[in-house]
């Protein structure tokens, strides 16, 4: 029997050496290699951090309501009370950038969102299906993308608007900027479907009576998960730029609302040279942010995308 406890706990003893590092250990580890490797990306990635916690303690982070108005602190430049002034109406210009951090989040996520789940599955069933069905979804891509993006846009948000006037202009934007990037997202996920389609264990699942539904669900989206968060982290940036160009433009998030594209259109354009911190920070807080989130999606196709193994 001793040999036999020995061996038993000499068995133990060399699972437990060889036991796989847990997973807060794989995390940090992921997390360094990640650091070190793409230090832009990261600095990305810090900064999405910080306009999501932005948006999601804007109340405990503001100074002041965002909308308060009073003729008696109009037009202060930056000081230790308004820290980045405040504009033609009262209104303390920081407190408005953090509400404005609010508006970019729920437009990038929920469009994200909104765009990535009829796009995915358009793409997937256009690659599966092929045929007649493939050939007529790709001419519609082709009519659509023939159009200006930008006209495309304004075209959706003035129809959108006239037919739901009850409807928050968020939501419209939201639904603006996922119907063009739904049917762009599609194309892309479509050679990516294709791929895993004609792939050697889609045809012997087929084989052995597996349904359509079952595997496009169970084998082909699981295999385009890393398009899909490369696509997702990109649009992000995009859609917060996109809202801020159509607010901007007068066609977006109107104002008292604070939009940074609206601040920069009605309060910053009026007085670029009276007051020109109205201009610099829903500037600058666009600037970051969209560098922030575009970098953080470079870096992580560059991570995802195996054909960029080398950069890695």
Known sequence: MEPQMAMTEAAQQFGRSVAPPSIPYRVLSATWKFLRR???????????????????????????????QSQRTALIAPNSVYWAGTDQFG????SRLVYGARISLFVGVFAVMLGLIPGT?????????GGTFDYL?????DA?????????????????????????AQV????????????????????????????EYVMAARAVGAT?????????????TSPIIILASLAFGQFILAEATLSFLGFGIQAPAPSWGNMLSAEGRAYMFAAPWLLWGPA???????????????????????????SR
């Open 38 to 68: 793409k230090p832009l990306g990261a600095f990305g990635a810090a900064i999405t951090l910080m306009l999501i916690l932005t948006a999601l303690f804007a109340d405990s982070i503001a100074q002041y309501d965002p909308l308060e």
């Open 91 to 94: 209104r303390d210009v920081f």
């Open 121 to 129: 599955a358009l793409g997937v069933l256009s690659a599966y299906l």
């Open 137 to 141: 979804v790709q001419r519609v891509v």
């Open 144 to 168: 659509i993308q023939a159009v200006p993006g930008i006209i495309l846009l304004i075209a959706i948000m003035v129809v959108l608007g006239a037919r739901f006037p009850n409807v928050p």
């Open 172 to 199: 419209i934007v939201v639904i603006a900027l996922a119907i063009p990037n739904a049917i762009s997202e599609s194309r892309v996920l479509r050679g990516a479907s294709m791929q895993v389609a004609r792939s």
């Open 212 to 224: 359509d539904v079952r595997v496009m669900l169970k084998h082909v989206l699981p295999n385009i």
């Open 284 to 310: 600058i807080a666009l600037s970051l942010v969209v560098f922030g989130a575009n970098m953080f999606g470079d870096a992580l196709r560059d991570v995802l995308d195996p054909r960029l193994k080398g």
